[in-house]
Every structure is written in structure tokens, then in C-alpha cells.
């Protein structure tokens, strides 16, 4: 069980740091090219990167009998 714990908190961080990341990114792309290097869009992206990771993990934290896709047995 706490294997399990651990792996989906190692999980969430992940992704919530490659969704910050990507959406932070894709903030500077906007903010060069359309916005006149305003801030931001910078901010958004970031803000939408950390909600997404945020809500990812909420959602995998949730629901603790789902594992990679599959339904596990309860054991009693």
C-alpha cells in the first residue's frame, strides 16, 4: 500500500512539473510572438499547467482501486 502511495505521489509531481513546464513554455512562445513579451501569458500558462497536474493528481488520489487502467480486486 504505501508503494503504491509513493508511486502515484512520484506520478503527480511528475506530471504536474512537466505540465507547468510545457505550459510555461508555450506562455513565452505567445508572449514573443503575439503579446509583446507581456507577462502574462507567461502566467497563464503556467497557472493552466498547475491546475491540470493539480487536478490530475486529485483525481488519481480519488481513486485508490485504479491501477495503470485496470480495476484491482477488492481483497477481503
Not at 505540465?19 to 497557472?47: A, D
Not at 491540470?52 to 481513486?63: K, L
Request: hydrophobic letters at 35%.
Amino acid at each position: 500500500m504505501a508503494d503504491e502511495h509513493g508511486r502515484k505521489w512520484d506520478r503527480c509531481l511528475a506530471d504536474t512539473v512537466v505540465k507547468t513546464v510545457t505550459g510555461l513554455g508555450v506562455g513565452v512562445v505567445f508572449s514573443v510572438l503575439l503579446f509583446k513579451r507581456r507577462t502574462w501569458p507567461m502566467s497563464l500558462g503556467s497557472g493552466l499547467g498547475l491546475g491540470m497536474g493539480y487536478s490530475n493528481c486529485q483525481h488519481d488520489f480519488r481513486s485508490p482501486y485504479l491501477i495503470h487502467g485496470h480495476m484491482a480486486k477488492d481483497q477481503q
